[in-house]
Nanobody, 122 residues
Framework: QVQLVESGGGLVQAGGSLRLSCAAS????????MGWFRQAPGKEREFVAR????????WYADSVKGRFAISADNAKNTVYLQMNSLKPEDTAVYFC???????????????WGRGTQVTVSS
């Protein structure tokens, strides 16, 4: 089992920044990739960013490229999502998740946190 706890969400004005954290515990040895997803009311869950534990290679959704940055601290089993130049369309619940594969498909992620709310006002 893997436990994930997100933190760092909140209310911010458009153009502002937030930094999300995801602390992982449990049997993290079975995971290969950490991902961030988000879900707004009435919309499907969508991929935001992912990072490999080994080598820390990253991938981003087109909608956040140049604005968001994912990083990881292997020693602390913690993943971060630095969000800059935030837009109202970024408003959503942000989830951290783990996967055995390089994928953007939510169904292929095995464990999920409970999420943290990010609200961007105009």
């Amino acid at each position: 089992q893997v436990q994930l706890v997100e933190s760092g969400g909140g209310l911010v004005q458009a153009g502002g920044s937030l930094r999300l954290s995801c602390a992982a515990s449990g049997r993290t040895f079975s995971t290969s990739v950490m991902g961030w997803f988000r879900q707004a009311p009435g919309k499907e869950r969508e991929f935001v960013a992912r990072i490999r534990w080994s080598g820390l290679r990253t991938w981003y959704a087109d909608s956040v490229k140049g604005r968001f940055a994912i990083s990881a601290d292997n020693a602390k089993n913690t993943v971060y999502l630095q969000m800059n130049s935030l837009k109202p369309e970024d408003t959503a619940v942000y989830f951290c998740a783990t996967s055995r594969y390089d994928t953007v498909t939510p169904e292929n992620y095995d464990y999920w946190g409970r999420g943290t709310q990010v609200t961007v006002s105009s």
